[in-house]
C-alpha cells in the first residue's frame, strides 16, 4: 500500500495495529520514508467504516460525566483561544464543525463571546440525535454531503476527524470547496499517539507536525502547524483527575 498523503512506495514497517473491533484486528502500521505519516494497512472497506461510525459512541458514558465534559469545553475554549490570533472570529463567522461530538466547540464560542452562525456534522447516530434537538434541523446533519451545497463557511473545524480518515486529500479537497474566500479550516490531530495508546483504534492515521502540514500543504497555505500536548495535559489533570492528585490545581 502507498502513503496515503504523499503516495510513496516505501515504507518502514513499525508493528501490528492493536484493536478491539474485528474490521480492525488484521491491520498493521507502517512509516512513510518520505513524509513521515504513520499508517494502518489494509484498511476496512468504506462500507465496514461506515456501519463503525454509526455507533461510534456506544458505550461511551465517560463522555457525559460531569468531568470529562468540563475537560471537553475546556479543550473547545483553548480551541477558540487559538483561533482568534488569525481575526476569524473577529465578524460573525458562519462554522462548519465536523465530528461535532456534543456541539462543545459552539459552547466553546458562546462562553467567549463570540457571535457566529453554527453548523454541526455528526455521524454517530446518538450524538446527532442531540446535535439535532439542540440545533435543530437546518443545524445539524449526520454527514457532510447532507449540508447544502451552496452553504459556504469562514471557518471549517475538524477535531479529532483526520487521523480516522482512509482518504485524506479526498476528504480535505471536498471540505476546502466549502469555504469562503479568505475563510479558515482549523485542524487538530493526535500526535503520533500509537507511541502511547494500549488501543489504537479506530485512527486510520497518525500524523506528525511534518506530515500534517505536507498534507494540508496541498490544499493551500498553511499558516500555523504546532503541538499542543503539555497544555492539553494540564487540562486533563485539572478537569478530570483533580480529585484523584493529593494537591491543589487553582483555576485561573
Sequence with gaps: MNCPNCGHGEAAAIGP???????????????????ELV????????????????????????????STRRYYLAQSLSRVDYLKRFGILDATPSVLDVGAGLGLFHDGLARRGVAHDYIAVETDRDQFDGLRRRFGEAGAFRRLEDVPAERRFDLLVLSHVLEHMDQ?????????????????????VPHRDYRYKSLFESHLLFFNANSLGDLLGRHGKVLDVSTVGKEAAKLYVAHVHRSRIPCAHSRS
Design 168 to 188: 485524506p486529500h479526498a476528504f480535505v479537497g471536498g471540505l476546502m470547496q466549502r469555504l469562503r474566500p479568505g475563510g479558515l479550516l482549523f485542524v487538530e
Design 17 to 35: 495495529y492493536i484493536g478491539s473491533h474485528e474490521i480492525f484486528r488484521r491491520m498493521s502500521l507502517s512509516c512513510c520514508e518520505r513524509c
Design 39 to 66: 499508517f494502518a494497512q489494509p484498511q476496512p472497506s468504506p462500507a465496514e467504516l461506515a456501519d463503525y461510525y454509526d455507533h461510534y459512541w456506544d458505550g461511551e458514558v465517560a463522555v457525559s460525566t460531569p
